[in-house]
């Protein structure tokens, strides 16, 4: 009997090595939001970061990455109920939560007219019986969920702006459900469990509160404090009816983030994040000392009897136990930076991310070193890299404002092109080169990359997302767009794939699909023998959504179209080695793993053995000798290796 498609590939799968991690390009990333797990049953903290939640099982010694259930990555909030119930927000407004301690995350319902960046999440001290999750936002007001974060309504009455930057609840609402929020006006409380709102004397012109926080030992103290971005403390001791100035300036920068122990009543102590320094009070606010000063802003401060976290801004977490007095890293595992691109010259790889500029290590030793120059010009969209005919290569990077920087030979970054905007490039051994702008504007160059002129577009108004020549260009004289073309109307949104078959030319439209992605990943295999009149753009593979499109032989301008994962995980790059007609494979590098198609990407299965994360923005084949092995970028940064029988 012969085996099926699925059993020959889980056959061919027992015989070749698993993924084994190679660590990450850069440890850290930024890290917004914190919890601690209060319940005894579970000893486990959380971050959120804009590469989804990470948890520490080991008291902060190693981080793991988690995505299960997250729509996106993106996320700007998270808090802890007192039952260990998790609600996460995000950058683009979702709202999610868990009751198996952050394993498995659910969307909650959420008006559309209501999206917008969540900015602080607290629960009702109530939780266990009443349900209750208040969502902050930066241009939706105050959001709220009654039934444990299934649906989100508003809860906004009485607040002045829909801009809420701070928010804060007593820890007991046995008698009295009292909330304090901020917005851009000032501070309000609410005496009713967040229902209505009033002002309250602390109201400014000249500063913004960025961070509240209730005292532990509210129903006896009734006292409440106030950061502000200049700098500020205020506090109140009647639950917010007055405030009083307690420090002009806590230390020089905003205040981020304020943590009070949970002996307060009787330590007074206080931390405060102010820009990168962590400042300890410990006489309830009225003088302060510089704990420490840290790589990175502290954006989040979460603690307990045991232990206090701070989450920076691009350099991970710090711990402290010792109640904020000394602090050490703790980020072991914990990889959230914005990585978006991984690209291999001549055994050299390129990763490039937006924010986190351009970086390079030798395939081998995998001795990852930023290219300096570059911090002026983030942040970058684009980036090419090519071997020249003397053995060294050539690096272009695309600034979003600044346009295309070419490195010399000094390693001094110049200008070439100014035109900003500008999110794709490719450039060829023999000069050319094309570029591509968010406005479907086309530019080319015929001298190295060293000066751009316009040229005609085909698909002008449009996003153009990726720019491709055929690795057989010399002979096929091809050239690949793929563009983005908003939905109008009753017609969805879409992308579309164009081509040329005369160096740039001429153009034609040869595929669509229905999608609002916005990346197009073409691919084409390079091991094609053009002098036999093969040529790798009758190959071409392209990869968007969560769809893989490639050409139907013998069917002039047919493309089939497939999910590479049953789920609908987004598919972000493509990878393909052989000739795909003639026994070559495709690797696609998915938001669910990587997944290998061994019949032209008719049908797909996972390739994911000895992966311990799932969620995959890119992949290259490295060559050593007759060997092959793929190497896999995983979001936020961790770098992975698997040998090719």
Not at 41 to 46: C, D, F, G, K, L
Not at 307 to 326: N, R
Request: charged fraction near 20%; proline fraction near 4%; charge should be negative.
């Amino acid at each position: 009997m012969s085996m099926s498609t699925e059993q020959a590939v889980e056959s061919t799968d027992r015989t070749e090595t698993a993924w084994e991690s190679l660590g990450p390009i850069s440890s850290g990333g930024t890290v917004f939001s914190l919890a601690i797990s209060p319940t005894p049953e579970v000893s486990r903290y959380w971050a959120a970061t804009g590469c989804g939640i990470f948890y520490s099982d080991d008291g902060g010694a190693s981080w793991k990455q988690t995505l299960n259930g997250l729509s996106t990555p993106l996320l700007s909030s998270l808090t802890v109920a007192s039952t260990g119930a998790l609600f996460a927000g995000a950058l683009s407004g979702e709202l999610f939560s868990s009751f198996n301690y952050g394993q498995r995350w659910e969307a909650g319902l959420v008006p559309e007219e209501l999206y917008a960046m969540v900015t602080i999440l607290v629960t009702s001290p109530n939780f266990r019986r009443d349900g209750t999750c208040f969502a902050a936002t930066d241009g939706a007001g105050l959001l709220v969920s009654r039934n444990s974060g299934q649906s989100w309504e508003d809860s906004s009455f009485g607040l002045g702006d829909i801009s809420v930057l701070a928010l804060a609840t007593s820890p007991d609402w046995s008698e009295r459900e009292i909330m304090f929020a901020a917005t851009t006006d000032g501070v309000f409380v609410s005496r009713n469990g967040g229902r209505a709102w009033r002002e309250t004397e602390l109201m400014m012109d000249d500063d913004v509160v960025d961070v509240l926080t209730v005292s532990p030992a509210f129903e006896q103290d009734d006292t409440v404090y106030a950061g502000t971005e200049s700098g500020r403390l205020y506090v109140s001791r009647n639950a917010g009816r007055s405030w009083e100035l307690l420090q002009e300036e806590v230390a020089e920068g905003p205040v981020n983030s304020l943590w009070l122990a949970p002996d307060f009543a009787d330590s007074g102590r206080m931390i405060a994040g102010v820009a990168s320094a962590l400042m300890l009070s410990e006489d309830r606010g009225a003088s302060w000392r510089v704990a420490t000063h840290l790589p990175g802003a502290v954006l989040a401060l979460a603690g307990n009897d045991e232990v206090v976290l701070a989450g920076l801004h691009d350099a991970g977490v710090y711990k402290s136990v010792d109640g904020g007095a000394s602090w050490q890293p703790s980020s072991e595992g914990l990889a959230a930076r914005g990585f978006a691109r991984l690209l291999n010259v001549a055994g050299t790889l390129y990763a490039m991310g937006p924010q986190e500029g351009l970086w390079t290590a030798d395939g081998k030793k995998l001795d990852w070193q930023p290219v300096e120059g570059l911090d002026a010009y983030l942040p970058l969209s684009a980036m090419y890299a090519r071997a020249n005919n003397d053995g060294a290569t050539d690096l272009f990077v695309v600034s979003q404002e600044d346009g295309i920087l070419y490195r010399q030979a000094d390693h001094t970054w110049v200008n070439v092109c100014e035109v900003p905007g500008i999110q794709s490039l490719t450039l060829l051994p023999n000069g050319s080169g094309w570029a591509g702008t968010v406005d479907g504007h086309l530019l080319i160059s015929q001298d190295n990359g060293q000066s751009w002129e316009e040229a005609p577009s085909p698909c002008d108004g449009q996003e153009i997302l990726s720019i491709v020549a055929s690795p057989t260009f010399e002979q096929d004289h091809t050239l690949f767009i793929g563009s983005s073309i908003p939905a109008t109307g009753n017609r969805q949104a879409r992308v579309a794939l164009w081509r040329s078959t005369n160096g740039g030319a001429d153009w034609r439209q040869v595929t669509t699909q229905t999608t609002s992605a916005r990346w197009v990943d073409i691919a084409m295999p390079a091991d094609v023998d053009g002098d036999a009149g093969a040529s790798s753009s009758e190959q071409a593979v392209l990869a968007t959504g969560p769809y893989c499109l490639r050409p139907l032989r013998r069917a002039k301008d047919v493309w089939i179209s497939t999910r590479v994962d049953p789920d609908g995980a987004n598919v972000l790059n493509v990878v393909v080695l052989g000739e795909i007609d003639q026994g070559g494979v495709l690797y696609a590098a998915t938001g669910n793993g990587i997944y290998r198609s061994i019949d032209g990407g008719r049908t797909w299965q996972p390739f994911s053995g000895g992966l311990t994360v799932q969620s995959f923005i890119a992949l290259v084949a490295l060559q050593n000798g007759d060997a092959t092995s793929l190497c896999a970028l995983s979001l936020g940064g961790l770098l992975w290796q698997r040998h090719l029988s």
